[in-house]
């Protein structure tokens, strides 16, 4: 069941309502019903995995959490079981097609099909959150979890499963225990919440995904350089929105149960440098990866090369983090690329610290901000090539925007010979021409972001006065409905990792 | 671009600000803005002004063509105050007869003149035009459905995609009395019909697809007819060592007519006995050669004979494909469809069939229930 569709809110009013009309001792279980019932919607071999998934971690937990001894050796168990559950299943593309040809070698694979695995929906965010749990039980952060519903709630909660927000168990379980009562204004601050999600999904993301023809990413040379360039700046707006938005709908959709999930995105395209970028997007992610990779790294690190500014201290922590992060949402040498180029960033956005102490972003002029801003911006628009494309095709459509030839002149004559009824049109991409929806629709994307950021509030809009808090409403209800009748819908792209 | 500053660790906060009233008076006034939008947008859509600045209105239909005749049916009853005859078929209708011929040759041998309208839509088997048929006879009341046909109607594997969404559409299940809240907003609201042309504006080939429809639009007569200006240059018989070659039928199975299929023949006989409209049932003259693709002027025979008398069963009329002589090369754009020199020839061939019938038989084809035709 995808969290945009009608039957999604029908799910949700029928598990709210429940939820807030059951006493407190029978709510989890409540949950847990809606959890599996989700779940099911997808597959129910999902249900199956992930329980047991949860279920080895639970366990795991409760004994790193009672052993005197052995509690490191415990813990990389677990680590390495949760690793290698997401190895199965997430980077089966890899081994399958070697498996199946050695099956079939020994005569034990016989059928056309082949072996054929799903990948659970969510295990990449289940994952981190479990090893997390063990960790911090480990590092006496978090006490084990003793009830095994709670702790399946953790793991399961539907709201968060397909795409996060990646929640710390120090954080989430206690919210089970005391959800927050429904108010007025949690129901304006919740409903917000997924308007701005379901605008930012299904008006802005779809819409420019839509807007994208899908051979540009596959043979980007067999066009000009101008539409390359604003056909990447649409697809930094697509995984931007596409991603927020599922976040946002999934905050408000808990909201309204009364458990608050962390904010993923903070405006990220406004950053100021890399490391801002960092804290700004995927918070949640990032921050998994700064507690359990970049700090673990580096402090082991600063036991062999105790000098801050050691080339190995420098290089190595942002570097292996940032892989770890292109690894994890997928196992492929452009995941990595782009996960390396984020590493790059980050080490030489540092090399001036080496000789001149750190200015904060803040306190410098602000034409530098903006130029910061900008070069920001494009840094980070350019590593989305390795991420959305194989690395022949990302090196093919770097080079279609970069060679001089490339930028040709847009052909209006033939444009108006079409529109005059002169000639026919047999392709519009020969014009050369940008296509002015992106921007028709990109204006009104980066005017949210900014309203967003220069209030530093991303309800903002509950501040304005209520005539046009109702219009915008009234606007982005029908501009829904609009585009419901549309031929086409797009999954959420992060619902893949 | 101004830089307000942030810092990297303020994270956006949700808005602590109190909401005395509370949040559901803003949704009222949102409920009363969206009504208002509404109303202002029906009201502007209803206006000649945008009729005439808006090229075509759509019911959200897959079929660019099926909207497009339904609107042009609309027009023309409008302009004429009703519709005496009704061609149903699939791309061979579409391009294969015109009304205008029809009604001269029927007005030069009976003195009467018909209002006649094309509603050939590409890709339409027997099965889907049976539903169509039941909305145009209940909606337009004609005194005559010509219903042209041909072998391939009958095939159990042609069309059946195309079937399956011409039925599950929801302004059509709409149509066919299943309410739906979408096919009633699309049925009633002339902003949303004006709309849905536009509504894949959002695909990167929407350019060159609205641009193809318009074109369409434009050469489709405000009779329905649409003339087809490719010429067939030479007959390609069918390779018996390439039998996954052949275009036309299903190769793996010999030719038969599906039960099935025939079943919706009968029920649009039966539907326009009930509703008093009389209908004629005319085989398309394909070129010959066609034949020989199905298995031969045998298996041809004996698809006439079947439909012939199934029709006769159900109290129509059938009009066998006129003589392969009749219709040059020329007049065809490939094996199946007429051009715009053949189609003249097989109107003015309906045209003497139905005046035959009026002057022989005193059969009456002016609807007199929807306005009188006389000039």
């Keep these: 069941m995808n969290i945009t569709i009608a039957s999604f809110a029908a799910f949700m009013l029928i598990v709210v309502l429940g939820y807030r009309l059951l006493s407190a001792r029978f709510r989890n279980i409540w949950l847990f019903v809606a959890c599996l019932g989700f779940l099911i919607t997808w597959s129910w071999e999902f249900v199956g995995i992930l329980l047991v998934l949860g279920t080895v971690n639970y366990i795991l937990g409760g004994w790193i959490g009672e052993a005197k001894e052995g509690r490191k050796r415990i813990l990389w168990i677990g680590i390495a079981f949760d690793v290698f559950t997401l190895l199965i299943f997430k980077y089966s593309d890899f081994y399958i097609p070697e498996l199946t040809a050695f099956l079939a070698r020994i005569g034990m694979e016989k059928g056309s099909g082949g072996i054929q695995l799903l990948m659970p929906i969510g295990l990449s965010f289940t994952t981190v959150q479990l090893i997390s749990y063990l960790a911090d039980i480990h590092n006496r952060i978090v006490l084990p979890e003793k009830r095994w519903l709670k702790f399946i709630l953790y793991a399961l909660y ?49 819409v420019l995904n839509a807007l994208i023809p899908s051979a540009a990413f596959v043979q980007p040379l067999t066009y000009s350089a101008q539409m390359l360039l604003t056909w990447l700046l649409a697809y930094a707006f697509v995984i931007y929105n596409d991603f927020a938005g599922y976040t946002s709908i999934a905050r408000g959709v808990s909201g309204f149960l009364g458990i608050e999930l962390s904010s993923n995105f903070n405006t990220p395209y406004f950053s100021r440098s890399i490391a801002e970028f960092w804290e700004r997007w995927h918070i949640s992610l990032s921050n998994w990866l700064r507690d359990y ?181 009234a606007l982005v209800t029908l501009g829904l409905f609009l585009a419901s009748f549309a031929d086409s819908a797009a999954p959420f792209v992060y619902q893949g990792f | 671009m101004a830089i307000v500053k942030l810092s990297n660790r303020d994270a956006i906060e949700p808005s602590a600000k109190k909401h005395p009233i509370g949040f559901g008076y803003t949704l009222l006034q949102a409920f009363a803005f969206l009504v208002l939008f509404i109303a202002l947008l029906e009201g502007i859509a209803r206006t000649r002004f945008i009729g005439n600045l808006l090229p075509y209105q759509s019911f959200g239909s897959w079929h660019y063509q099926l909207d497009l005749k339904w609107f042009r049916l609309k027009q023309y009853v409008a302009n004429n105050g009703g519709v005496d005859v009704l061609i149903l078929g699939n791309s061979l209708v579409n391009t294969g007869f015109d009304p205008d011929v029809i009604t001269q040759t029927y007005y030069e041998k009976t003195g009467l003149r018909l209002r006649v309208f094309n509603f050939g839509v590409d890709g339409l088997t027997i099965a889907p035009n049976s539903v169509n048929a039941k909305i145009l006879i209940e909606e337009y009341h004609p005194a005559l459905l010509v219903l042209v046909t041909e072998m391939r109607d009958y095939d159990a594997t042609n069309g059946i995609r195309t079937e399956e969404k011409f039925l599950s559409d929801t302004w059509m299940q709409y149509q066919l009395g299943y309410f739906n809240p979408r096919g009633w907003i699309i049925a009633h609201s002339v902003a949303l019909q004006h709309f849905l042309p536009y509504r894949n504006w959002m695909r990167a080939d929407f350019p060159n697809t609205f641009a193809a429809n318009l074109q369409t639009y434009h050469t489709t007569f405000l009779t329905g007819y649409e003339p087809d200006n490719g010429v067939m240059k030479e007959v390609v018989a069918p390779d018996p060592n390439n039998l996954a070659g052949n275009p036309y039928f299903d190769s793996t199975q010999p030719y038969q007519v599906d039960p099935s299929r025939l079943e919706c023949l009968r029920a649009i006989l039966d539907l326009a006995r009930e509703n008093g409209s009389q209908i004629v049932v005319v085989e398309m003259p394909v070129h010959p050669v066609f034949f020989e693709y199905a298995g031969g002027e045998t298996v041809h025979k004996a698809f006439q004979e079947k439909i012939a008398e199934t029709v006769q069963a159900g109290g129509g009329i059938f009009l066998p494909a006129i003589d392969e002589v009749t219709i040059p090369l020329q007049g065809r754009s490939n094996l199946t469809h007429l051009n715009w020199r053949g189609a003249p020839i097989l109107s003015a061939y309906l045209g003497e069939q139905l005046a035959a019938l009026t002057n022989q038989d005193g059969m009456i084809f002016v609807n007199k229930q929807n306005g009188d035709s006389q000039p």
């Design chain 1, 293 to 473: 990779i970049f700090f673990p790294l580096s402090r082991l690190l600063r036991k062999k090369f105790p000098r801050p500014d050691h080339i190995i201290n420098f290089i190595l922590p942002p570097l292996v983090t940032m892989l770890v992060s292109g690894m994890w949402h997928g196992l492929s040498f452009s995941l990595l690329l782009w996960g390396g180029l984020h590493g790059a960033y980050l080490i030489v956005e540092r090399i001036p610290t080496l000789w001149a102490p750190k200015v904060l972003m803040d306190e410098r002029p602000k034409w530098q901000q903006a130029v910061a801003a900008l070069i920001t911006f494009s840094l980070a628009v350019l590593a989305w090539l390795p991420f959305r494309m194989d690395l022949i095709t990302a090196k093919r459509y770097f080079a279609g925007i970069i060679i001089p030839s490339h930028w040709f002149k847009p052909d209006f004559l033939w444009m108006s010979e079409v529109f005059k009824g002169h000639l026919p049109v047999s392709d519009v991409y020969g014009w050369n021409i940008p296509d002015p929806r992106i921007f028709l629709v990109l204006v009104p994307a980066i005017l949210l972001d900014w309203a967003q950021y220069r209030h530093k509030d991303e309800l903002i809009f509950l501040k304005w006065p209520r005539w046009v808090q109702a219009a915008l409403l």
């Design chain 1, 158 to 206: 539907f709201p968060k499963l397909l795409s996060g927000p990646i929640e710390r168990a120090r954080v989430f379980l206690p919210k089970l225990d005391q959800p927050q009562p429904l108010s007025a204004e949690s129901i304006a601050r919740n409903f917000t919440l997924i308007v701005i999600g379901l605008t930012r999904k299904l008006l802005i993301a779809d």
